[in-house]
């Protein structure tokens, strides 16, 4: 996108009135767990980090919370794993991830910061459900941006899916690992934890 201000400061404290965070632009830090459980462990688990990926899942209220950890080696040899941002995963007959509503609908942008004619509804990580104003017909396509307070907007490629009951478009989220879709990773995270303060540290 243009570098230039996207929005007024009317619109992105309207922004983050809807999202309830004001500390919403502030990374999250990265919390890690120190392993004392002897050499056989320690040498357990370094093997299985190097063989695969290591995790942490906790369940509640019908959920699926999958931390990825790292196991990094400090200034004196001790070893700790590091806890990545989770994947959320809603659990149910067909399990899928896990969806964050909106109070109200957020406009998406286009390239030069102006309304898109398309409002987000809802975002998961694997997709979204949005209103179209303004259009007749709902692009097949898009790249568009996710304007948050206090940082960059990121970015949201759809692929159309369907039209819901509600008169929703729903689009598939294109799949790959990028620096915004661990940015869209991050966001969701940061708004679970505050629909569901379990989830907050203390």
């Not at 996108?1 to 502030?26: A, K, R, V, W």
């Amino acid at each position: 996108m243009q570098n230039h201000p996207l929005l007024t400061q009317e619109e992105l404290d309207f922004i983050q009135s809807l999202l309830g965070n004001p500390s919403l632009g502030s990374q999250l830090s990265t919390p890690s767990l120190r392993v004392d459980g002897g050499t056989q462990t320690k040498d357990l688990l370094t093997r299985l980090a190097a063989q695969d990926q290591l995790t942490i899942e906790a369940h509640f209220n019908g959920e699926r919370i999958t931390f990825p950890l790292q196991l990094v080696e400090d200034e004196f040899h001790a070893l700790h794993l590091e806890l990545g941002v989770p994947n959320i995963v809603e659990q149910g007959s067909a399990d899928r991830p896990w969806r964050l509503p909106l109070a109200e609908p957020i406009g998406l942008l286009d390239e030069n910061g102006a309304q898109s004619g398309l409002w987000l509804h809802s975002v998961s990580l694997s997709g979204m459900l949005v209103e179209v104003r303004n259009q007749t017909q709902p692009p097949k396509r898009f790249t568009l941006w996710l304007p948050l307070p206090g940082q960059e907007p990121i970015e949201l490629r759809g692929i159309l899916a369907r039209t819901t009951e509600q008169r929703l478009i729903a689009y598939r989220l294109s799949r790959g690992k990028t620096q915004h879709s661990e940015r869209l990773r991050q966001f969701i995270f940061q708004q679970h934890r505050r629909l569901n303060p379990i989830t907050t540290s203390a």
